[in-house]
């Protein structure tokens, strides 16, 4: 079931922070949309005109940096899509959360606080959108909510639908891209993160959150967070993120930022930070108050309100941060390049191998990229034969 509806940033910016801050290749996708608002065509004409005039004598000058303008408007025009999905126990919190995201600075979409209006539990997997504009960029967020697991006698194999509705969208896609009367534009319905959300148990993770995102962690980009952060106190959070941290490397779970994907030492200095911060430890809520004459997003309490938004009282906005301003771009590079990549040139290859695709779309190409790298009718490059193997896209 798909929703959409419209809305318009208020505050905030969804590029603002993307040519400072972010990954080389934030940088070079959104970096150049970061450079100014929308401006008609006649601005362009304007610019190549007025850089013309000011290279005029300079016949060494041939306007390679104009490239960054015209990418800026190519983006513009196409906008941008991102694609989130929430998964982990019932009742954490998932589909608060999404809501926050959805009614926080991210969009300001009409937060009507309606204390009657209670978020049912979530019993299918379903996907909301919202078209948002920021300063004339266009930008649809899908926010895939799932079911909580957990409440099963038996929870084994309950991350099935869930590597299910990964690989359909995979499937989607590459069947979209064989097609040989394919679309200019393919609709792109592949995850782009998963929000893994952790138990406060203030313990250590769960067998069962292990196993999960061992799995998830091969096919989708994972960002653990502490869900209802509000009930540990500040140490125990911070004791918390440090044990997750060390059992994720001890279970040799990779989370986003992977390490391995860090393009150079800038990346490797910002990612740094973030794995020193991830999981994020966040509150979620929809609910609306007064907070010293503002409007805030917060949950009131007895001794007082969690302002959701504030980062003295919760890392919500970092992770928004992350999603939105400074990693988007990496992420959905990742998704396209490793994840999607993994499990085309499997599926290609066993297509290739076995009966073919669907009728009248068995392709004859099969082509591989990985670290520039591109093999046409063979097997993965450099190792990718053993990873394809190791990483099982259950279907
Ligand atoms: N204390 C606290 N409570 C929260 C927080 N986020 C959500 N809740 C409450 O937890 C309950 C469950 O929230 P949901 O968002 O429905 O949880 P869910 O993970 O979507 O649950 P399922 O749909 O069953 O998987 C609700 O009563 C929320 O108000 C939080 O950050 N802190
Ligand atoms: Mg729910």
């Known amino acids: 079931m798909q929703q959409l509806t419209t809305a318009r940033i208020e505050a905030g910016s969804l590029l603002s922070g993307l040519s400072l801050k972010g990954p080389r290749s934030a940088r070079r996708g959104l970096g150049a949309t970061a450079l100014g608002s929308a401006r008609p065509w006649s601005y362009l004409f304007r610019a190549v005109y007025q850089v013309s005039i000011s ?13 960054l303008e015209q990418m800026r408007r190519k983006a513009m025009k196409q906008g941008f899509e991102l694609n989130i999905m929430v ?12 809501n926050t995201l959805f009614k926080s600075k991210v969009s300001r979409k009409s937060a009507q606080p309606n204390p009657e209006e209670k978020i049912p539990q979530t019993i299918e997997i379903k996907s909301i959108s919202h ?53 200019k534009r393919i609709p792109d319905s592949r995850v782009h993160c ?25 096919v989708v980009n994972i960002v653990p967070v502490i869900a209802k952060a509000d009930t540990l106190t500040l140490e125990e959070r911070d004791d918390f993120k440090q044990t997750i941290r060390e059992e994720l490397r001890a279970n040799g779970i990779d989370v ?6 860090d393009e150079d030492a800038e990346d490797r200095l910002i990612n740094d930070k973030i794995r020193e911060m991830i999981p994020f ?26 302002e959701v938004e504030n980062i003295a009282h919760c890392e919500f906005a970092y992770l928004r ?75």
């Open 55 to 67: 290279h005029a004598g300079d016949f060494s000058y041939v306007g390679i940096d104009a490239i």
């Open 87 to 98: 998964v982990g126990q019932s009742g954490l919190g998932k589909s608060t959360l999404m």
């Open 131 to 183: 078209d948002i504009e920021e300063k004339g960029v266009r930008m649809k967020l899908a926010v895939i909510d799932t079911p909580g697991f957990g409440d099963q006698i038996n929870n084994e194999n309950c991350w099935q639908p869930i590597m299910k509705f990964i690989n359909d969208q995979y499937e989607a896609y590459l069947q979209e891209e064989i097609n040989i009367d394919r679309k």
């Open 194 to 218: 998963c929000i893994y959300f952790i138990p406060p148990t203030g313990h250590c993770l769960r067998p069962l959150d292990v196993e999960f995102m061992r799995r998830l962690s091969k």
């Open 256 to 261: 986003y930022p992977q390490k391995e994907f």
């Open 281 to 306: 430890a966040v509150v979620g809520s929809d609910q609306e108050y007064q907070v010293n004459g503002k409007k805030i997003l917060g949950r009131k309490t007895k001794w007082g309100t969690i």
């Open 321 to 395: 941060d992350l999603l939105i301003r400074t990693h988007m771009q990496n992420i959905k590079d990742i998704t396209g390049s490793i994840h999607y990549e993994m499990y085309r040139v499997r599926r290609l290859n066993e297509s290739n191998a076995g009966p073919g695709l669907a009728p009248g779309q068995a392709p004859t190409l099969v082509s591989a990229h990985t670290n520039g790298q591109t093999k046409v009718n063979g097997g993965p490059p450099n190792g990718m034969a053993a990873q394809c193997e190791v990483l099982t896209h259950e279907m």
